[in-house]
């Protein structure tokens, strides 16, 4: 009993057309025994037409697919063999088995190569779509926007207008939103056009930088904004082959997120490593963190964790800038954060070459 419920267990599991065609198999395989050998081409062409079948059906694994096709040669050659020794067939019917075993092999190998093919289709279509998704998403955002300071501009000007005969300080107010919101226009163009350049795989104007003076010239714009605790330890003497501009950008960004997310008093640490070829640099803030489930985004575009704590939302370019940038350059960037303590993010630029002292 229990030898019978090992022989059906692959039945339960889903194998009955092999075990189907692995009966029939052996019929014909008998048949070809039994019957006048004028006869025995029947059975023979039965046999790998029914392999064929079933693998369409079930489209096995290569291996096991191979497998079937040489089991299926080597029976049905030993037999069309045998019938040729001992019962008259004629020969030329064994030039039939490499010729049929080869068919089968054939219509395997083109099946998986059509299998392989129609996957990479599903995924570049996958890839293409979800790239119209991106830009679609991207063009909304950049257009939201960009609209956004012009209707506020407009907004004012049209309450000017509607007061009759405008204050002095009414028309003080009002130019200082309109100059505000068209910087900030302008600042969003400024980073589109990055943006632009940066998709377009434009190559970056890399020069010889002292990394060292590099960075400290970085540092001294921002280490005056803000009454913030700031920690600066470079060790990286050396000449660093980079765009200054760009990357400088790419820093800069993260340095403003530490300044924006952070108050008075809060920490700003700067750390940085010159090793073989590659500069580190880490800066980290002792800001209120990042959400786990926000960490993930941080880099896309227009993606806004948010508003930063002096209430500025910013146009949610700035990280995903950096990201590019450090990427156009062949290096990464990667940020750890931990609600309530602080984030850290982590440069890691090719190109350097240190100094020894």
Same mark, same amino acid.
């Given at each position: 009993?229990?030898?019978?419920?090992?022989?059906?267990?692959?039945?339960?599991?889903?194998?009955?057309?092999?075990?189907?065609?692995?009966?029939?198999?052996?019929?014909?395989?008998?048949?070809?025994?039994?019957?006048?050998?004028?006869?025995?081409?029947?059975?023979?062409?039965?046999?790998?037409?029914?392999?064929?079948?079933?693998?369409?059906?079930?489209?096995?694994?290569?291996?096991?697919?191979?497998?079937?096709?040489?089991?299926?040669?080597?029976?049905?050659?030993?037999?069309?063999?045998?019938?040729?020794?001992?019962?008259?067939?004629?020969?030329?019917?064994?030039?039939?088995?490499?010729?049929?075993?080869?068919?089968?092999?054939?219509?395997?190998?083109?099946?998986?190569?059509?299998?392989?093919?129609?996957?990479?289709?599903?995924?570049?279509?996958?890839?293409?779509?979800?790239?119209?998704?991106?830009?679609?998403?991207?063009?909304?955002?950049?257009?939201?926007?960009?609209?956004?300071?012009?209707?506020?501009?407009?907004?004012?000007?049209?309450?000017?207008?509607?007061?009759?005969?405008?204050?002095?300080?009414?028309?003080?107010?009002?130019?200082?939103?309109?100059?505000?919101?068209?910087?900030?226009?302008?600042?969003?163009?400024?980073?589109?056009?990055?943006?632009?350049?940066?998709?377009?795989?434009?190559?970056?104007?890399?020069?010889?930088?002292?990394?060292?003076?590099?960075?400290?010239?970085?540092?001294?714009?921002?280490?005056?904004?803000?009454?913030?605790?700031?920690?600066?330890?470079?060790?990286?003497?050396?000449?660093?082959?980079?765009?200054?501009?760009?990357?400088?950008?790419?820093?800069?960004?993260?340095?403003?997120?530490?300044?924006?997310?952070?108050?008075?008093?809060?920490?700003?640490?700067?750390?940085?490593?010159?090793?073989?070829?590659?500069?580190?640099?880490?800066?980290?803030?002792? =800001?209120?963190? $990042? /959400? !786990?489930?926000?960490? &993930?985004? +941080?880099?896309? @575009? #227009?993606?806004?964790?948010? *508003?930063?704590?002096?209430?500025?939302?910013?146009?949610?370019?700035?990280?995903?800038?950096?990201?590019?940038?450090?990427?156009?350059? =062949?290096?990464? $960037? /990667? !940020?750890?954060?931990? &609600?309530? +303590?602080?984030? @850290? #993010?982590?440069?890691?630029? *090719?190109?350097?070459?240190?100094?020894?002292?």
């Amino acid at each position: 009993m229990r030898r019978a419920r090992l022989l059906l267990a692959p039945l339960r599991r889903g194998r009955r057309a092999e075990w189907a065609l692995a009966v029939f198999c052996i019929l014909c395989l008998a048949g070809m025994l039994v019957f006048d050998p004028s006869l025995a081409p029947i059975p023979f062409h039965f046999i790998y037409t029914a392999v064929t079948i079933v693998y369409g059906l079930r489209l096995w694994q290569v291996r096991g697919a191979m497998v079937a096709a040489f089991a299926t040669g080597l029976s049905t050659g030993g037999i069309t063999l045998y019938n040729v020794v001992t019962a008259n067939e004629p020969a030329p019917e064994l030039m039939e088995v490499p010729l049929m075993t080869m068919m089968v092999v054939a219509t395997v190998l083109h099946v998986r190569s059509r299998q392989r093919a129609e996957a990479v289709i599903a995924v570049v279509a996958d890839e293409r779509k979800q790239m119209i998704e991106r830009e679609r998403g991207f063009f909304a955002n950049a257009t939201h926007d960009l609209m956004t300071p012009l209707t506020i501009a407009r907004g004012h000007l049209d309450v000017l207008t509607r007061r009759g005969q405008p204050t002095a300080i009414d028309i003080d107010n009002a130019r200082t939103v309109v100059i505000d919101e068209l910087h900030r226009m302008e600042t969003l163009i400024g980073d589109l056009l990055l943006v632009g350049r940066l998709d377009a795989g434009s190559d970056m104007r890399r020069e010889r930088l002292d990394a060292e003076d590099f960075l400290h010239g970085l540092l001294d714009r921002w280490t005056a904004v803000g009454d913030r605790i700031w920690t600066i330890d470079i060790d990286a003497p050396g000449i660093l082959l980079a765009d200054p501009e760009t990357l400088g950008r790419a820093i800069g960004n993260v340095l403003e997120n530490a300044v924006a997310y952070t108050v008075d008093g809060d920490t700003i640490t700067i750390r940085a490593r010159g090793d073989a070829d590659r500069l580190q640099v880490e800066i980290a803030d002792s =800001g209120p963190g $990042i /959400a !786990v489930d926000a960490l &993930p985004r +941080i880099f896309d @575009r #227009f993606y806004r964790v948010a *508003p930063a704590l002096n209430g500025d939302s910013g146009s949610g370019l700035g990280l995903s800038i950096s990201r590019d940038i450090v990427r156009a350059h =062949g290096g990464t $960037i /990667a !940020v750890t954060s931990e &609600p309530g +303590i602080g984030t @850290r #993010f982590t440069f890691d630029v *090719p190109g350097f070459d240190r100094i020894s002292a």
